[in-house]
Nanobody, 123 residues
Framework: VQLQASGGGLVQTGRSLTLSCAGS????????VGWFRQAPGKEREFVAT????????KYARSVKDRFTISRDNSLNTVSLQMSSLKPEDTAVYFC?????????????????WGQGTQVTVSS
């Protein structure tokens, strides 16, 4: 596994959670990284993306102003801080990296994927 996503769990509505994506066998240097999520019975959807070295960030409309993506280039990690969580945020969250340094929101543009981490928000 080249990317390792972690930090998922069960939280109540309105609480916060931070996910982390680490390049275990893959350097994230010069690579844009994205977070995507997939709920049961639904297609994988874009959540947030960050360019290399981190100047450009983009968010899905549904998470804008609640989620913050950031990267620590010295640690080869990318984080997704999630606040004011809602039941509709419940999904498996995946991090992905692409060969380009430009941020992107289409999962087809990402070359490397982590295994996913479950986030469950109870009402």
């Amino acid at each position: 596994v080249q990317l390792q996503a972690s930090g998922g769990g069960l939280v109540q509505t309105g609480r916060s959670l931070t996910l982390s994506c680490a390049g275990s066998q893959l350097t994230l240097r010069s690579r844009a990284v994205g977070w995507f999520r997939q709920a049961p019975g639904k297609e994988r959807e874009f959540v947030a993306t960050i360019s290399w070295p981190g100047v450009t960030v983009k968010y899905a409309r549904s998470v804008k102003d609640r989620f913050t993506i950031s990267r620590d280039n010295s640690l080869n990690t990318v984080s997704l801080q999630m606040s004011s969580l809602k039941p509709e945020d419940t999904a498996v969250y995946f991090c992905a990296a692409r060969s380009s340094s430009n941020a992107a929101n289409d999962p087809r543009e990402f070359d490397y994927w982590g295994q996913g981490t479950q986030v469950t928000v109870s009402s």
